[in-house]
């Protein structure tokens, strides 16, 4: 199983984004759901975590800006991205947390004037 995200572009510093992530022969509703990033040279990261009662965390970076939801009904994962920074320019994953899957593609956000 192999989970897309998508959702991603090109914003100006203070924009919002929101990111979706789904994929087939996952029940998300069974798994506690992880937004990861990755910036060029860095590690890829955590940026927030969901877990199956509905339990959010962030990190610290992302805290009161970003927001994870799960959808079962739809099997998909969002993150709602706001006030975004030029700091937050990174490729954005979505994966079980911890992570268990490979990883998708996932989708560029970049976050520029």
């Known amino acids: 199983v192999q989970l897309q995200a998508y959702g991603g572009g090109l914003v100006q510093p203070g924009g919002s984004l929101r990111l979706s992530c789904a994929g087939a022969g996952l029940f998300f509703g069974s798994y506690a759901m992880g937004w990861y990033r990755q910036a060029p040279g860095n590690e890829r990261e955590l940026v927030a975590s969901?877990?199956?009662?509905?339990?959010?965390t962030y990190a610290d970076s992302v805290k009161d800006r970003f927001t994870i939801s799960g959808d079962n009904a739809k099997n998909a994962a969002h993150l709602q991205m706001n006030s975004l920074k030029p700091e937050d320019t990174a490729v954005y994953y979505c994966n079980t947390f911890p992570p268990t899957l490979q990883w998708g593609k996932g989708t560029q956000v970049t976050v520029s004037s």
């Open positions: 969901i877990t199956k009662s509905g339990t959010t």
